[in-house]
Nanobody
Framework: QVRLVESGGGLVQAGGSLRLSCAAS????????RGWYRQAPGKHRELVAR???????NYVDSVKGRFTISRDNAKNTVYLQMNSLKPEDTAVYYC?????????????WGQGTQVTVSS
């Protein structure tokens, strides 16, 4: 059984930093991408950052230059370093793993971790 467990969320003042971690347990084959999404109250879930199997990364424009996604394959863990946090970054952050063949990809999700940035 695959589980993704996030940690590292919390309350921080604007301008501060947090590092989110997502540890995966269980076997996941044919991983295509690992990423972080977020969902603020009343808004759709959006992709924040993603690291694909070919080594490329991409970020939503609003976090470019402030957030960095990285991974430790030995620990089966992906991280999201968040610097210069803004109140608009407040959301529940979800870890995601996308796997499978391109014509039939499937997703694994973590339970989410709350990030609150005070002004």
């Amino acid at each position: 059984q695959v589980r993704l467990v996030e940690s590292g969320g919390g309350l921080v003042q604007a301008g501060g930093s947090l590092r989110l971690s997502c540890a995966a347990s269980g076997s996941i084959f044919s991983i295509n991408a690992r990423g972080w999404y977020r969902q603020a109250p009343g808004k759709h879930r959006e992709l924040v950052a993603r690291s694909t199997s070919d080594g490329s990364t991409n970020y939503v424009d609003s976090v470019k230059g402030r957030f960095t996604i990285s991974r430790d394959n030995a620990k089966n863990t992906v991280y999201l370093q968040m610097n210069s946090l803004k109140p608009e970054d407040t959301a529940v952050y979800y870890c995601n793993v996308r796997a499978g063949p391109s014509i039939a990809e499937y997703d694994f999700w973590g339970q989410g971790t709350q990030v609150t940035v005070s002004s």
